[in-house]
């Protein structure tokens, strides 16, 4: 298992990118948060083993269908936060 941190820019809000990532996270078995931020971006934080997280981190590049993925931020992790379901967060963070 493993940790990963995920920022994603472009047009990535109001596309459907949080609900699109939660069904993929929940089909991959993959456990964690995503939420907007207040400068247009997408965070996420999610667990599990290495082949889900480079899976969803290679779905993060394209997005759901309107998305325009211009930049993605990421870093794995060994600490893990011990995420039980995968959630959608609904508030802004700087």
Do not use: T
């Amino acid at each position: 298992m493993e940790h990963l941190d995920v920022l994603i820019y472009g047009r990535v809000q109001g596309v459907s990118f949080r609900f699109s990532i939660k069904r993929k996270a929940k089909k991959l078995g993959l456990f964690g948060w995503v939420e907007n931020r207040q400068d247009g971006s997408v965070y996420i934080e999610v667990e599990g083993n290495k082949n889900d997280l480079m899976n969803i981190l290679d779905w993060c590049h394209r997005g759901p269908f309107f998305a325009k993925v211009d930049k993605v931020n990421y870093e794995f992790r060994f600490e893990l936060k011990g995420f039980k379901n995968f959630e959608i967060k609904y508030n802004f963070k700087k």
